[in-house]
DNA sequence: TAAATAAGTTAGTTTTAACTAACTTTTGCA
DNA sequence: TGCAAAAGTTAGTTAAAACTAACTTATTTA
């Protein structure tokens, strides 16, 4: 395995994923998300932006004007909602640990696009059970110290 | 009564009720409105719009951001929806009549600012009750012709 | 592990929206 | 009915967003 340089950030690419996930979180919180905001919020450049924005277009899961504003299709919406929906549920899993959020913020973020919907399901289930244990999750929270 | 120039369109002035019902269109079918969107749906130029929008959003009905776009506040979506609600009723009403849509669009285009609450509610349960007597409405239809 | 592919960057340009200023037209009311 | 206030217009300017091109950095996979 090739040793990465430690002074360069990893800085690992956005995927699909990414560009919905802060789409939707643009479009909740400020009510319409542009090229510039997108960009901002990815910490990426807007060249960079412009080109997903045109591919995620013609994928059919926005519809784009430029120089207008954005829109998800169903499909995008959909999607995004998804994305979203287990964005939250593994924040509300580590939660239980009583992790920093700044922790978790970044664990969810590096994980999240890695899960498969069984182990998702079975983190959302396992997630249900152990809150009705409170016994346990303080055990639990006690051993990660 | 100063006679009119007939060669010059009467124009009347938008309302600020205007501008919102638009601006609720507007973001209900193309996810957005722009100062120029808003613009064109009026029919009148950007610089009167840019002015409206000002004053809309010192009034704190929306929110803008120059460049980047609009949204609606709590109270400047409540407001619209009534707006567009009273629209509705009108259009309604004069359905039953069987008057055509370019008529009845025009008619309600003109008197919708001017009617009070009061009369509102007298020709919304009007309504209702002409739609129970199918035979009372055909005699009215026929009347109209 | 080295191509091939995908994503990102910078720099410079283009396009468009939006603004301002000066002036005209409407409208409503004293 | 005429004047003040409000709304609209045009023309020209400014500023921001977004684009493109050329190139670099990551990532994936044969």
Same mark, same amino acid.
């Given at each position: ?32 998300? #542009? ?85 998702? #399901? !079975?983190?959302?289930?396992?997630? !249900?059970?152990?809150?009705? #244990?409170? !016994?346990?999750? !303080? ?7």
């Amino acid at each position: 395995m090739p040793v990465k340089n430690p002074s360069l950030k990893s800085a690992a690419s956005s995927t699909v994923e990414d560009y919905l996930e802060r789409i939707l979180e643009l479009i909740n919180s400020k009510g319409y998300a #542009r090229v510039v905001d997108i960009a901002s919020a990815l910490k990426i450049s807007q060249a960079s932006v412009t080109n997903m924005i045109q591919r995620l277009d013609t994928e059919g899961l926005l519809n784009y004007e430029k120089y207008r504003g954005l829109v998800l299709t169903t499909a995008g919406e959909k999607l995004a909602r998804s994305i979203a929906h287990r964005h939250q549920l593994l924040t509300d899993f580590l939660k239980l640990f009583g992790i920093d959020d700044d922790v978790i913020y970044h664990d969810v973020e590096g994980m999240e696009h890695h899960i498969s919907p069984p182990t998702l #399901r !079975a983190i959302e289930a396992l997630t !249900a059970q152990l809150r009705r #244990r409170p !016994a346990l999750l !303080a055990k639990l929270k006690l051993a990660g110290t």
